[in-house]
């Protein structure tokens, strides 16, 4: 997703990160930093303050109630965040946002808020020596991660367009390229213009309404 997502930025379009997000929402001091503390004791903390992610890491990949406990804390949050940042795009006067989002499927949450949803597919095998190599992670290690969350086959499946990047990256950049028009000329910005004028408004009802045309 990164990869194109940065294909994507290349070309001017706003992207939003949820992973970017998630290491924000959990700074020291947040009300999910303190849930965190609270739940996961102080054990998991580097001698700054900060979480020591790889540790946090090695308990919830390891334990999916422990996985839960941390998604029911972290992601209302990343949502709430995610939420702000499309509003502020919007403002802006952009006419669409693109979400990279690794838990997209699983969560649900976000899905009925997009007309289209994009999955970068690529086959088990090449997902498994990338994320090794890119993490410095044992294949152990690596699987754990990738048995978190759906298999990309059944992400396929949902989406409502695929990009294959089991080849070159340059073969992937081609993809997005024509998806990236595609999608543009499917835009219908005047309609939600108008609709953002109304949410600055304080029209609070229309906020949803004002995220779902915004990210058609
Ligand atoms: C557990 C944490 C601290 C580990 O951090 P670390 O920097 O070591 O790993 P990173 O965030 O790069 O994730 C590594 C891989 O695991 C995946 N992943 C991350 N969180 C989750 C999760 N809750 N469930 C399934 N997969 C996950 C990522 O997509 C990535 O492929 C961190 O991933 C985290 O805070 N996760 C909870 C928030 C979350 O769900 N983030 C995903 C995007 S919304
Ligand atoms: N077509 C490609 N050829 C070679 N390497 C690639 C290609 N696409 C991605 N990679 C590499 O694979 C690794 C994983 O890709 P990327 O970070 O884009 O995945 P992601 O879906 O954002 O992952 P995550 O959800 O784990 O954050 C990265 O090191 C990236 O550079």
């Given amino acids: ?42 054990e998991i903390l580097l001698d700054n303050g900060e979480i020591d992610r790889q540790k946090l890491g090695q308990i919830i990949f390891s334990s999916p109630e422990k996985r839960k406990l941390l998604n029911s804390i972290t992601h209302p949050e ?11 795009y919007f403002i ?24 289209h949803t994009v999955v970068v597919y690529c ?10 190599q890119r993490d410095g992670l044992s294949q152990e290690e690596a699987e754990q991660r990738i048995g978190a969350q759906m298999p990309l086959k ?27 028009t595609k999608l543009e000329d499917s835009m219908e910005f005047l309609v939600v213009r108008a609709v953002a004028v109304a949410a600055v408004a304080g029209l609070g009802g229309l906020f949803l309404c004002t995220v779902r045309m915004l990210v058609s």
Avoid: W
């Avoid at 990343?78 to 502020?88: A, G, R």
């Fill in 1 to 42: 997703k990164s990869t194109v997502s940065s294909q994507l930025k290349e070309l001017g379009c706003p992207i939003i990160d949820a992973d970017v997000v998630a290491r924000k929402v959990v700074k020291p001091q947040s009300p999910a930093y303190r849930l965190i503390l609270q739940h996961f004791g102080r």
């Fill in 78 to 88: 990343i949502h709430k965040e995610m939420f702000k940042q499309i509003l502020l």
């Fill in 92 to 115: 802006k006067g952009y006419r669409y946002v693109i979400l990279d989002v690794p838990l997209l499927f699983e969560t649900r949450r976000l899905t009925r808020f997009l007309t």
């Fill in 123 to 132: 086959d088990p095998a090449t997902q498994l020596s990338r994320l090794m």
């Fill in 154 to 180: 059944e992400k396929r499946g949902l989406a409502s367009h695929v990009i294959e990047n089991s080849g070159s990256r340059e073969d992937t950049h081609r993809q997005m390229l024509r998806l990236h």
